[in-house]
T-cell receptor, first 113, second 113 residues
Framework: DAGITQSPRHKVTETGTPVTLRCHQTENHRYMYWYRQDPGHGLRLIHYSYGVKDTDKGEVSDGYSVSRSKTEDFLLTLESATSSQTSVYFC????????????FGPGTRLLVL | GDSVTQMEGPVTLSEEAFLTINCTYTATGYPSLFWYVQYPGEGLQLLLKATKADDKGSNKGFEATYRKETTSFHLEKGSVQVSDSAVYFCALSGGGSNYKLTFGKGTLLTVNP
């Protein structure tokens, strides 16, 4: 299994509070991604990174920001959480020059009250 | 842009039945194609993949063939087991410089003893 961990694994927070989710990899892969999974929508890309300090938006980036100061860590921040951001969040990694295969972390279940 | 359409299900089968989950795609160029599986409470795991036309991916008794002429990548298994109960996602990677994946919405499979 790819060495990907996510923390926390579960979180309950209140509307309006900031929340940061962490993804940590031990594979030294260049690309990292944040997805959210919601019923009826499958997985949707929030943001991704193609190197340290290099990030870009995905299809559902509003209300989210990311940072990558080290190869192994990719942080997702909800600046001011809303109930619509209640979801399961997955991190994934991919190796440059490969065929696009992504490896996923175990997920973080976030509930915004 | 790229898109993936798969059977939404849910699909319910008896043990030892034959499984087909249809997946078709729209993409420019020559994408790589993937099937991922998600067991309850877990992240996505790569099940199989194919990177060029007519390639067959296979793993754990599952197979899928990359059909460029019909833009399809249907998942099949000859005899399902209760342990195959999960959500199955079809995905494609259009290549390019960011290796993003486009997912179908997922198909829930339940196998009864």
């Amino acid at each position: 299994d790819a060495g990907i961990t996510q923390s926390p694994r579960h979180k309950v927070t209140e509307t309006g509070t900031p929340v940061t989710l962490r993804c940590h990899q031990t594979e030294n892969h260049r690309y990292m991604y944040w997805y959210r999974q919601d019923p009826g929508h499958g997985l949707r890309l929030i943001h991704y990174s193609y190197g340290v300090k290099d990030t870009d938006k995905g299809e559902v980036s509003d209300g989210y920001s990311v940072s990558r100061s080290k190869t192994e860590d990719f942080l997702l921040t909800l600046e001011s959480a809303t109930s619509s951001q209640t979801s399961v969040y997955f991190c994934a990694i991919s190796e440059a020059g490969a065929d696009g295969t992504q490896y996923f972390g175990p997920g973080t279940r976030l509930l915004v009250l | 842009g790229d898109s993936v359409t798969q059977m939404e299900g849910p699909v319910t089968l008896s043990e030892e039945a034959f499984l087909t989950i249809n997946c078709t795609y729209t993409a420019t160029g020559y994408p790589s194609l993937f099937w991922y599986v998600q067991y309850p409470g877990e992240g996505l795991q790569l099940l199989l993949k194919a990177t060029k036309a007519d390639d067959k991916g296979s793993n754990k008794g599952f197979e899928a063939t990359y059909r460029k002429e019909t833009t399809s990548f249907h998942l099949e298994k000859g005899s399902v087991q209760v342990s195959d109960s999960a959500v199955y996602f079809c995905a494609l990677s259009g290549g390019g410089s960011n290796y993003k994946l486009t997912f179908g919405k997922g198909t829930l499979l339940t196998v009864n003893p």
